[in-house]
């Protein structure tokens, strides 16, 4: 195993790093915290260890950076015994460098059981900064809280945002020009539909479909049914099917629960409020509560799901160009995700999409692709002003697809803006 490290480490020294888009997250280069990059998987936690490493090599010696993949099948099977090697290997390589700080990212690291133990104490022993990624939601959640307890700063890695999208595809961003904004509606409208997983964009509908399928089946197989030793793999995909063709829906799982057991499944209904959340561990799914002022009250009520990618409602839905506010509402509720986990939908007498937390500033915001019919407009205003008044608020918005404009009632201001506006700007 000693070799195969050698290797691994020499390999990486030796590579020169290009190609990367830079992603708007701040990730620090000298923290004496572990750095944890979580997520689903190919969403860019690896470009992004790529971005830091090319960073730090403006001012560090090559030779003082080590990167392991530990998916990389040379390392099967690797014990957590064996990771002791790791360090072992390097000093043999360069044993100049043990009074040196050393930098180490470890990429998928979760593939090793316990290794949260071996991180610890390296962190607490060597002159050391650790990076690590995983693509699961219980390494964030149970694995790093617990065994690196006050040891961490953890960042949630998502998609391409629109705006690491449109720089993906070289697209300037200037609202005030009009073939800026030309080229920035045109790229929405793909961006809705296909998502932002990198190595999807610039790809044909067949082929995006294809790649977005084998990324699920990835995390189906790879996050879930072994990890959780998932026996009823058929229901699994069918409530797969279920969620993704029905985002931005209120999923109640007595409905589900009924619904699956008449079509002939075997389960419980704890079967489903399990696969669901898994399917949330590893970061495919979201589910948004109503806002109540007691966790009882938010429990009793139904959700609504969210997906991580646009695209993946697309490997099941067809007529996806009919549905378009769900689509929406989607790309809404990831912008606002990517800035906070305190997201809920409000219902009084109206509904509203969302209200959410960031940085102690709350928002509302209500989706409708279309407020031409007046009635429509009605309903959303409406809305609004009920959840602003009972939340205390000033200001809200109505995110539409062409629509900018200012709604005065009385003290209260509802801002109507279109989506790319919403995206670029909030």
Same mark, same amino acid.
């Given at each position: ?8 480490? /020499?390999?990486?020294?030796? !590579?020169?790093?290009? +190609? ?21 998987? @190919?969403?860019? $936690? ?5 971005? =830091? ?5 403006? /001012?560090?010696? @090559? &030779? ?14 690797? &014990? ?20 040196? !700080? ?17 991180? @610890? ?21 149970? %694995? ?7 040891? #961490? ?31 920035? $509606?045109?790229?929405?409208? /793909?961006?809705?539909?296909? +998502?932002?997983?990198?190595? /999807? ?29 998932? #026996? ?12 993704? #063709? ?19 499944? $075997? ?28 966790? !009882? ?5 139904? !959700? ?6 646009? +695209?993946? *409602? ?26 906070? $986990? &305190? ?5 009084? *007498? ?11 500033? %709350? ?17 959303? #205003?409406? +809305? ?14 109505? =995110? ?27």
């Amino acid at each position: 195993m000693k070799d195969v490290f050698k290797r691994l480490i /020499t390999d990486f020294i030796e !590579k020169n790093i290009t +190609g990367i888009i830079s992603r708007d997250y701040q990730i620090p280069l000298n923290s004496k915290k572990i750095i944890s990059l979580i997520g689903v998987r @190919r969403s860019g $936690k690896s470009s992004i260890l790529f971005d =830091i490493v090319h960073n730090l090599r403006k /001012t560090t010696p @090559r &030779e003082n950076i080590i990167y392991i993949n530990f998916e990389d099948d040379r390392l099967y099977p690797l &014990e957590l015994k064996s990771l002791d090697l790791l360090l072992e290997s390097y000093f043999e390589l360069y044993p100049n460098k043990k009074n040196e !700080k050393i930098y180490l990212f470890l990429d998928e690291v979760q593939v090793v059981e316990n290794w949260e133990a071996y991180v @610890r104490r390296i962190y607490d022993n060597e002159n050391i900064s650790i990076y690590i990624t995983g693509s699961s939601a219980k390494l964030l959640s149970s %694995e790093i809280a617990t065994s690196l307890r006050g040891r #961490t700063i953890s960042y949630e890695i998502f998609p391409f945002s629109f705006k690491e999208y449109l720089r993906y595809k070289q697209i300037d961003i200037n609202i005030h020009s009009s073939k800026s904004l030309s080229f920035i $509606k045109n790229a929405l409208e /793909t961006y809705l539909i296909d +998502g932002g997983f990198a190595e /999807t964009i610039n790809e044909d509908n067949t082929i995006s479909r294809k790649i977005l399928s084998d990324y699920l089946e990835l995390i189906v197989y790879k996050d879930i049914v072994d990890r959780y030793n998932i #026996t009823n793999r058929s229901l699994l995909k069918t409530l797969n099917k279920y969620c993704f #063709t029905n985002i931005a829906t209120l999923i109640s799982f007595n409905k589900l629960y009924n619904e699956f057991k008449s079509q002939g499944f $075997k389960l419980s209904k704890d079967t489903i409020f399990n696969y669901v959340s898994h399917l949330e561990d590893a970061y495919t799914l979201f589910s948004v509560p109503i806002y109540r002022n007691s966790i !009882k009250e938010e429990q009793r009520n139904p !959700k609504k799901i969210y997906a991580i990618d646009n +695209g993946f *409602k697309k490997i099941y839905d067809y007529a996806i160009g009919e549905d378009k506010s769900k689509l929406y509402e989607n790309i809404v509720f990831l912008h606002l995700r990517n800035q906070t $986990k &305190e997201i809920y939908y409000f219902k009084e *007498k109206q509904e509203v999409d969302f209200y959410a937390k960031i940085e102690g500033k %709350e928002f509302l915001v209500n989706v409708s692709v279309k407020i031409e019919n007046e009635k429509t407009k009605q309903r959303e #205003t409406k +809305g609004l002003l009920e959840a602003m008044n009972y939340f205390d608020l000033n200001e809200s918005y109505l =995110i539409t697809q062409d629509e900018d404009e200012t709604i005065q009632i009385e003290d209260k201001k509802i801002f109507v803006l279109p989506l790319y506006k919403f995206l670029l700007e909030v």
